[in-house]
């Protein structure tokens, strides 16, 4: 049974920063690209961040420069740490792991595992 349960939302003001943490387990994680998406109420979901298997990163052009992705391979956990924070950051932020293995970059919402959600406010 795949689990994906993220931690580490919360409010922040603009300007802040905060670590999201998504500990995985029931699946493959070592060859799993895996990623961090958001949805803001009334908006699609959307791609922030990945990480293949091997460490091939990638990020949303909203976020490059100031979140940066990680994964612990010996805790399955991924990391998502944001800086420098915005009003527009303010979101249900989601882990997911791809289903299928072998993906370098996986920011597109098909064929996932996902987590619950965590909620992230930034005030400005």
């Known amino acids: 049974q795949v689990q994906l349960v993220e931690s580490g939302g919360g409010s922040v003001q603009a300007g802040g920063s905060l670590r999201l943490s998504c500990a995985a387990s029931?699946?493959?994680?070592?060859?799993?690209?895996m990623g961090w998406f958001r949805q803001a109420p009334g908006k699609a979901r959307e791609g922030v961040a990945s990480?293949?298997?091997?460490?091939?990163?990638s990020y949303a052009d909203s976020v490059k420069g100031r979140y940066t992705i990680s994964k612990d391979k010996a805790k399955n956990t991924l990391y998502l740490q944001m800086n420098s924070l915005k009003a527009e950051a303010t979101a249900m932020y989601y882990c997911?792991?791809?289903?299928?293995?072998?993906?370098?970059?996986?920011?597109?919402?098909?064929?996932?595992?996902w987590g619950q959600g965590t909620q992230v406010t930034v005030s400005s």
């Open positions: 997911a792991a791809h289903k299928y293995g072998g993906y370098r970059y996986c920011l597109g919402t098909d064929n996932k595992y």
């Open positions: 029931g699946f493959t994680y070592s060859n799993a690209c």
């Open positions: 990480i293949s298997s091997g460490g091939s990163t």
